[in-house]
């Protein structure tokens, strides 16, 4: 795979003598909070880091190798890749790079006037309003030839210093700290009474809720020692052990005394010192329902990713994934990403490089903003779902809580930049990967029954959806978003510039599941709970079962399931979600509507339609 790489400066002179300096990346705006204060000192030391890019894997290319083995009509449908066979496919050939000799192995530490000669750029050093400084470039220039074949160069636009938390000494805030993310499931109210009658269901969701609402009947997996189902927690969040119990109590007790699977990455610990909903809520919600809805016969995983010092993010997830992910396309990301071994001494001092086997369905209920990510970042994480799915691995995105707005309900500038006062939207990460399963949220409307049809959630949060300003429209989508936008979006109800009307681009999100209502205990009682964090395990809930069908009859887990849900034969598997809107920015957003929209998707899963459907298939 791809390892990182340094460029030895001696010979950049003779490399740039070759062809013209091109620009390679530029930045339109500052992150909202920081400002330019000075240029950086001509001697301080810059460690410049180059990553290569990887053979295969532009989007076209994981494109087609996915929907080889993904797409119903393949002839080779399910016969998923080995994790060897997609590390040879995708590791850089010997000479790969036709100016290998420029770079080696070694991160190299050059003075700022060298480095600001090398890449035809100027180091400034910016300051944030909490008093952090960071070291960027507004934009950069490599050699023309030298250009296709180089991802990523840091330090240089990318401006995601992540900022010391009040009252921590954690120099990060990652996704799983209070109040980061797009996704962030809201507590609404303490409940007195459970109602466990179907007739209460637009007051209150429980599992019987939700296996009346999408036909979920599945009451004894047969394949469970084949089958898994990996839930994903970023520390310090936690679930809370006799809360998983007092909700067993109420709705399953099979599962009293329960407890999913650990799968500590580094340094990941179940914490309980920080109890509130803040801490406790999203583990707890997703943990609860998923455990609850594959039934106690089938063991739940929990991906605990992060120790407390150093916190992680969603590469540091991948990396235990896949070993090579570690040293691809860069590496970690210092500016992004945990880095380990921890340097707190208290830290986790290990890496985790390929030390837990993919679960075949993943959720996770985290996210960031588009724009908070450079778009190599953002590529290079997108590719690894890819490899993912070519192994046959679901993985199943929150599509955020905000509409057509971001985390906190922040918006983009015309500039690029997100304030609160921005009227541009901001679509979520990583639901606009094309290569994920972005999932929205729907609601049981007041007064309404679980025999009425649902809307787009529009009580308490706003399904995420949109349209991606960083990634092209897959094949798979060409069809339905074309008719979306022909009925529903032309002309645009917006002034241009609003959101990306190219018809080109990833829309989001793929399908939905109710997200108001839950009934979550926490912290020793029940509350209602809102938020696409509910979505994302009940879907990964029902494809779970899904699997354990086809394994039970000799075939493999469905994998990537876009492609399929997508085609012809699947679209009525889904319930149509027609009503409804997810505000933000100033405006309605998008509608729901007939057929695909950029709220609900294609509607909520009818799971014995997808059922019968998926057991006739290869």
Same mark, same amino acid.
């Given at each position: ?29 500052? *992150? ?33 190798? /996915? $929907? ?23 590791? *850089? ?37 909490? !008093?952090? &400084? ?16 180089? &991802? ?7 401006? $995601?210093?992540? /900022?010391?938390?009040? !009252? ?28 466990? &009658? /179907? ?31 990996? =839930? ?24 009293? !005394? ?37 039934? *106690? ?38 500016? $992004?990403?945990?880095?380990? *071994? ?11 490089? !390929?030390? =837990? ?36 691995? @679901? ?104 959101? $990306? ?98 709220? @609900?998707? /294609? ?16």
């Amino acid at each position: 795979m791809l390892a990182l790489f340094s460029l030895a400066l001696a010979a950049v002179a003779t490399a740039q003598t070759l062809s013209p300096s091109v620009q390679h990346a530029k930045r339109t705006a500052l *992150p909202a909070g920081w400002s330019r204060v000075r240029r950086h000192a001509p001697d301080a030391v810059l460690p410049l880091r180059f990553g290569l890019t990887q053979p295969n894997v532009d989007m076209k290319s994981l494109e087609d190798l /996915l $929907n080889d083995v993904s797409h119903p009509d393949s002839p080779n449908y399910g016969d998923h890749w080995s994790p060897a066979r997609v590390a040879e496919h995708f590791a *850089p050939t010997k000479g790969n790079h036709p100016h290998r000799r420029v770079l080696d192995l070694r991160q190299r530490c050059r003075p700022r006037s060298q480095a600001e000669s090398l890449l035809n750029t100027e180091y400034h050093v910016y300051e944030h309003d909490s !008093g952090k &400084e960071h070291v960027a470039c507004d934009a950069y220039h490599l050699p023309a030839h030298v250009v296709p074949h180089v &991802e990523i160069v840091t330090p240089t636009i990318d401006f $995601n210093a992540i /900022l010391k938390r009040s !009252g921590s000494t954690s120099t990060h805030i990652t996704v799983g700290q209070p109040g980061a993310g797009t996704v962030q499931p809201v507590l609404a109210g303490k409940i007195e009474n459970i109602f466990h &009658e /179907l007739d209460n269901c637009d007051k209150q969701i429980t599992p019987a809720c939700l296996r009346a609402l999408y036909n979920f009947v599945y009451p004894f997996p047969l394949a469970t020692k084949q089958n898994s189902y990996g =839930i994903v927690e970023y520390t310090p969040q936690a679930y809370v052990p006799a809360d998983l119990d007092l909700f067993a109590k109420n709705f399953s007790s099979g599962l009293v !005394g329960a407890r999913p699977i650990l799968a500590a990455i580094d340094g990941g610990v179940v914490q309980n010192t920080s109890e509130s909903f803040s801490f406790n809520g999203e583990s707890n919600l997703d943990l609860e329902y998923a455990m609850t809805l594959v039934t *106690p016969h089938q063991p739940v995983t929990l991906y605990q990713v992060g120790d407390l010092q150093m916190g992680a993010s969603f590469n540091n997830l991948l990396d235990a994934l896949d070993g090579s992910f570690c040293t691809s396309g860069g590496g970690d990301d210092p500016v $992004n990403d945990g880095i380990y *071994p921890d340097p707190d001494p208290a830290g986790y001092q290990k890496q985790d490089c !390929g030390t =837990i086997k993919p679960a075949n369905v993943i959720s996770t209920s985290y996210g960031y903003n588009e724009a908070d990510l450079s778009p190599a970042y953002t590529a290079r994480q997108c590719a690894e779902y890819a490899k993912l799915g070519l192994m046959g691995v @679901t993985i199943v995105y929150s599509s955020g809580d905000n509409g057509v707005a971001g985390n906190q309900a922040l918006c983009l500038n015309p500039d690029g930049s997100q304030s609160f006062s921005g009227n541009v939207f901001n679509p979520s990460f990583p639901s606009t990967c094309p290569f994920v399963t972005g999932v929205g949220a729907t609601q049981v409307n007041p007064n309404a029954t679980i025999h009425d049809p649902e809307s787009a959630c529009q009580q308490v949060i706003h399904s995420g959806g949109g349209f991606s300003n960083y990634f092209a429209i897959p094949g798979y989508q060409q069809g339905v978003v074309a008719d979306y936008i022909k009925d529903n979006l032309t002309p645009s109800p917006y002034p241009p510039g609003t959101y $990306n009307t190219s018809g080109t681009s990833r829309a989001y999100p793929d399908i939905s599941a109710n997200g108001a209502n839950y009934v979550v205990a926490v912290d020793g009682q029940f509350g209602l709970v809102y938020g696409t964090s509910a979505s994302a395990p009940v879907v990964g809930s029902m494809l779970t079962m899904i699997n354990d069908a086809r394994l039970a009859l000799g075939k493999k887990p469905i994998g990537f399931i876009n492609p399929t849900i997508y085609s012809p034969a699947f679209r009525g598997a889904f319930n149509d979600i027609t009503t409804g809107t997810n505000p933000g920015c100033g405006t309605k957003g998008f509608s729901a509507a007939k057929g695909y929209d950029p709220v @609900t998707g /294609l509607g909520t899963p009818n799971f014995a339609k997808l059922l019968a459907l998926w057991i006739l298939q290869k």
